[in-house]
Each structure stands twice: as C-alpha cells, then as structure tokens.
C-alpha cells in the first residue's frame, strides 16, 4: 500500500514541477523579451560606456538575441524547478498534518479558506484600481492582491478553528462529538510496534481476554512501514509480517488507526515517549512486550498490559516432587546435567542426563526457580543414580543457573 502511495506521489511531484519548469521557461522568456531587451535595445551608445554599449550590439545581433533567449528560458526552467521542488515538499507536509488533523479542525479550515477567499474578492477591485497605470492592472497590483489574498485566508483559518468548539451547526453532526467536545474510547488498547510483529496478541484479542477498542496510532503505524521498507532482509520481514497482522485483525476485530492522534507531525520523541504521552491524553492502556517501556509507562501512571507477562502466568504450576516426561536435547552448565524444554519452552535442567542426549526420560522435579526471563525447573531421573553427583550438588547447579560459580568443597 505505502508503495502504490509512494508512486502515485512522485507522479503528481513530477507533474506539478513539470508544469511550473514550463511556466518557468515561458516566464524567462517573457522576461527578457518584454523587459531586457527593450531596455537594453534603449541603450545609447552615445554615452561613453563602453561596455554598455558593446553589450547592447551583441544582444541586438541575430546569434546574441537567440542565445540570450536561450540562456533566460534556461534560467526560468532552473529557478522554477528549485522553487516548484521546495513548495511540493512542503504541500506533502501540510497534507499529512491534515491527514490526521480532527474532522472538526478540517471543516474549520476550509471555512477560514472560503472566508478569506470572499473577503479578498470584495476588495479585489479596489486594490487593482489603486494600482492601475492608464487604466490598466499592472504587475505590482496582481502581486499586491496575491499577498492580501494569502493574509486574510490565514487570519480566516485562524479565526474559524478558534471558534470551531463553540459552532454549534457542525458539532451536532460530526463524529466523535459532544457537547463541543472530542470524544475519547473508553479505556482502549494501544499497541506499540514489537507487540504487532510478535503477532501473539492477535490470538489473544480473538479469545477475548483483551477488552474494548483496539487503537493503533498513526507514528507506531509509520514505523512499521518503516521497518518494512528496510533494506535488511530480516527486518524487512519483521515489518511485512507486522503488517500483516494489521490487516488480519483489522478485517477481524474492533480496531482503530489514527482515529484519536494528537500528535505534532513535526514532534521528534521516541515512539515509546510517544506511546505513553497518548496514553495519558487518552487515559488508555498500553498492550506491549517490551520490558523498558513497560517500567516507563508504569513510573509515569499509565497502565501496561505485558504479553510477556500473561504468557509466563499461563504457564503450568509445577511443584517439587512431580513426574514428568521430557527428551534430553543438550547438555547443560554444568557436569552430568542434560537440558529439556517442555510445550511453553520453560527450560528443564536434568541432573545425570549428560549422556542421555536424545532419550525421553521420566524425570522427577526437585525444584523451581523463578528468574526474569521466565521459569527454569531443576529435575533428576526417575529411578536414576548420578554417580557424578556429590552432596552440594543442587547448591551448585542453582548457583550456576542464576551467574554465579560453583563454591569450592573444603577438604577435612
């Protein structure tokens, strides 16, 4: 989509810069055939400059007037082009900021447009009689209503947005009003960018357990198009799947893109500092897996619904002395410990499973230990013996799960 997008916009840049490099030309051309060349052609070569007058013999030749002509037209085509590039630069620029600008500050801005256009037309007339020479507009009088015309419909737009909360015949009408007042959703979901390419919590939301409306803002949207548009292979796909995702859940459940941002354009914050300051405006929760903005949005008030953290309270209560069946897929840390995983891809470290790589054993769980990643469960074989195994041995695999060494056995 963004590409259909991209490719629609540089075509209309080219025909916008095309049309103004040819009105450019045609201006250079006029200029110098209306303006330069009768005052040079004026040029009295009884003055005594010289180079005034060899200038003036050269341009009056056939060769001189064709490559001054020549150079003009060029010089119209060249400044148009800066010109023509510059202004559509900025006309793509207002045309986002209008893209997520409320429906109440659009109809207020074309109404201070329309303002400003009749103002300018009534006084029109009385502007270029002031500046007419023997009866007729001149430059300066077009120029001069130009610039009126572009003072009143910014003091017309100024005025209609101020007022746009106290005009009652649109408010009634427009979506998401009340009482002259934007409505906020109750309590909705916001989504960061990591949440979407994990893709967890589409199925989450299928299920039900997140309530309310779904919100995805317009600058997280961005970045995954961003990502998408990446020239590395792996976050190229990390973006596309994202999108996807999007799409998928769009199509789905109740959700909304762009509906309530607020944001400058022009705001240069991280999207995480972004995410929390809409939180706030919308008093909404912000649904997410990344554990930093997790503590940034909770040290700021804003409530944070981590997958992470529903995911590792979904996964099963195990207590000491359970049975279960595990296959052995790796060695572990530390001497004669082999390492499972059960369904959830909780780790299980097997004493004595060293040389069971492969095997699906019966293990019995000795104990649990709960980290920041997750849960990592401590187990030993049913009915097995660990001739390797001496009496600090769950003391020192313990420590060596959580970073430190094993402590050294002091000989009696």
Same mark, same amino acid.
Do not use: C
């Given at each position: 989509m963004k590409g259909e997008n991209n490719s629609g916009l540089r075509a209309w840049r080219w025909a916008v810069v095309g049309v103004l490099m040819v009105l450019g030309a045609t201006a250079g051309y006029q200029l110098f055939g209306q303006v330069?060349?009768?005052?040079?052609?004026?040029?009295?070569? #009884?003055?005594?400059?010289?180079?005034?007058?060899?200038?003036?013999?050269?341009?009056?030749s056939v060769s001189g007037k064709a490559t001054a002509y020549i150079l003009f037209t060029m010089l119209g085509i060249l400044v148009s082009y800066l010109i023509s590039t510059a202004a559509f630069s900025r006309l793509v620029v207002i045309g986002d900021q209008l893209s997520v600008m409320p429906a109440t500050e659009k109809i207020a801005t074309i109404m201070g447009v329309l303002?400003?256009?009749?103002?300018?037309?009534?006084? #029109?007339? !009385?502007? @270029?009689?002031?500046? $007419?020479?023997?009866?007729?507009?001149t430059? @300066?009088?077009?120029?001069?209503?130009?610039?009126?015309?572009?003072?009143?419909?910014? !003091? &017309?737009?100024?005025?209609?947005?101020?007022?746009?909360?106290?005009?009652?015949?649109?408010?009634?009408?427009?979506?998401? %009003?009340?009482?002259g007042i934007e409505t906020k959703p109750e309590r909705c979901k916001i989504l960061d960018t990591n949440v979407i390419i994990d893709g967890r919590v589409a199925d989450i939301c299928r299920t039900g357990f997140i309530e309310g409306p779904i919100y995805v803002p317009g600058f997280v949207l961005d970045e995954l198009q961003h990502i998408a548009d990446s020239s590395d292979s792996l976050k190229?796909?990390?973006?596309?799947? &994202?999108?996807?995702?999007?799409? %998928?859940?769009?199509?789905?459940?109740?959700?909304?893109?762009?509906?309530?941002?607020?944001?400058?354009?022009n705001d240069r914050d991280e999207v995480d500092a972004k995410l929390v300051k809409l939180a706030k405006e919308l008093n909404g929760v912000i649904v997410t897996n990344d554990f930093n903005l997790n503590k940034v949005a909770e040290l700021q008030g804003v409530q944070v619904l981590n997958i992470n953290e529903l995911a590792n309270a979904l996964k099963p209560v195990v207590l000491p002395g359970e049975e279960m069946t595990v296959t052995i897929i790796k060695e572990g840390k530390e001497i004669n410990q082999g390492v499972a995983y059960l369904d959830d891809g909780t780790?299980?470290?097997? =004493?004595? $499973?060293?040389?069971?790589?492969?095997?699906?054993? =019966?293990?019995?769980?000795?104990?649990? @230990? %709960?980290?920041?990643?997750?849960?990592?469960?401590?187990?030993?074989?049913?009915?097995?013996?660990?001739? =390797?195994?001496?009496?600090?041995?769950?003391?020192?695999?313990?420590r060596s799960y959580r970073g430190g060494g094993p402590r050294r056995k002091i000989q009696h």
């Open positions: 330069i060349f009768p005052a040079v052609k004026d040029i009295n070569p #009884s003055t005594g400059n010289t180079f005034l007058s060899a200038y003036s013999a050269e341009v009056q303002l400003g256009l009749v103002v300018t037309a009534l006084i #029109s007339q !009385l502007i @270029l009689n002031a500046t $007419a020479v023997n009866g007729k507009n430059t @300066l009088g077009v120029l001069l209503l130009i610039l009126v015309a572009v003072a009143f419909i910014y !003091l &017309g737009v100024v005025i209609m947005t101020s007022m746009k909360d106290e005009m009652p015949f649109w408010q009634g009408g427009a979506a998401g %009003q009340k009482d190229r796909a990390r973006g596309r799947r &994202g999108l996807d995702i999007l799409n %998928q859940m769009r199509t789905e459940l109740k959700m909304m893109v762009r509906t309530y941002d607020n944001t400058d354009p780790m299980i470290v097997v =004493e004595g $499973a060293r040389r069971r790589i492969g095997e699906t054993l =019966e293990v019995v769980t000795s104990s649990v @230990l %709960q980290t920041v990643a997750g849960k990592m469960i401590f187990a030993s074989i049913r009915n097995g013996h660990d001739d =390797e195994q001496d009496d600090d041995g769950y003391d020192r695999h313990l």
